[in-house]
């Protein structure tokens, strides 16, 4: 999902944004003062950072890979706003981007699973709460790993597709150092396998943890939904939108 140097270009098809998603932005973003003050961890192609911009959202992004914060680069040259746009790893928000300032921030494309350990999850979320202004969300896009069978050697996820290309996903376990396994490969319409994810370390980190660590931090409330357009979330729904308010 995010080594991506080799199929950047299919990035943006297969984590497309939907309408839902934008609504649902626009929506909380009525409770504070405009322009809302948004960041997007781990941002990608900045699709959804690029379309809040034009809601009127004053908009910065992050990256640990320097390919995508590169591409917003480009994309922005010749307009205004800009998005501000900073290469940095998750756990590092909090020595460089202000407290006390943001309204949202958000973590999508399940990529928080790539910090590896639910420590360093629970400190992203304790410093993101030093971040937001009162009121203000955290928000998380996550696989629903609670449907998934872990007792199984390989555990498949669902397919993303688009016109273009596949993406696989798999998950193996180390059993001797029992730790999860992420592989990925990106199958293209002319047939071509592009494989550049393999063995990368992961945290399939579980709805319960995100409570638990959410009461601990004493975020004010913390719902959880099966997608952008708030429905209910059940025991078969593929993905959690996890909402935390300061």
């Known amino acids: ?16 944004i ?8 626009d929506k909380i973003g009525k409770e504070f003062s405009s322009p ?19 809601h009127n959202f ?47 921030i958000y973590f999508g494309d399940y990529r928080v699973v790539f ?25 998380f896009d996550l696989i629903n790993f609670t449907k998934f069978d872990f007792s199984n050697d390989e555990i498949q996820l669902p397919k993303k597709t688009s016109s273009r290309a596949t993406l696989h996903s798999w998950i193996t376990k180390d059993k001797e150092n029992v730790t999860y396994l992420l592989n990925q490969q990106v199958e293209t319409s002319n047939g071509k396998i592009i494989d550049e994810v ?14 638990k660590f959410a009461k601990e931090l004493g975020f004010s409330s913390f719902n959880f939904y099966a997608d952008y357009k708030m429905n209910p979330l059940t025991a078969d729904s593929e993905k959690i939108v996890c909402v935390l308010k300061k």
Request: charged share 25%; net charge negative.
């Open 36 to 54: 809302v003050k948004f960041v997007s961890l781990e941002c990608g192609t900045a699709s959804l950072a690029q379309e809040l911009l034009m």
């Open 1 to 16: 999902m995010i080594y991506i140097k080799k199929w950047l270009e299919n990035y943006g098809e297969l984590f497309p």
């Open 58 to 104: 004053d908009v910065t992004a992050t990256d640990s890979f320097k390919e995508f914060i590169d591409l917003i680069k480009i994309k922005s040259a010749n307009s205004e706003p800009k998005i501000k746009s900073f290469n940095l790893f998750p756990q590092d928000i909090g020595r460089y981007l202000g407290k006390n300032f943001y309204n949202i």
């Open 115 to 139: 910090m590896r350990d639910k420590i360093y999850i629970s400190k992203l979320m304790m410093d993101a709460k030093a971040m937001l202004t009162d009121g203000g969300y955290l928000i």
């Open 198 to 211: 393999k063995d990368e370390p992961i945290t399939p980190i579980s709805l319960e943890s995100f409570q």
């Open 18 to 25: 939907a309408d839902s998603q934008i609504d649902f932005f």
